[in-house]
């Protein structure tokens, strides 16, 4: 679906987007306002994606808020999900939210 956004960013100065809808892996993610990159790997709707390169033990920013720690560093277009990230809020290994 060529010029239609798959992608929200709800503020900036974050640092991920999120699909809105499940955007494969070598597709582009996209937001009406023009950003765009390439999903280095499968995005799940609702998920979240790299907007750029993220540091290990860096702040993950959604909505302007820091909600996770990065685990490891993330590459701009990569999934940012459990298995690289650490909730702020919630132990991961017994919530699995983030």
Known sequence: MAGAA???VLAAGDNVGIALRDIPAGDVAATLAGLSLLA?????????IALHDIAAQQDVVRLGMPVAITREAIARGHLVHVHNVASRYLNNDEDHYE
Not at 40 to 48: D, M
């Open 6 to 8: 798959n992608l929200i």
């Open 40 to 48: 280095e790997e499968p995005i799940p709707q609702g998920h979240k």
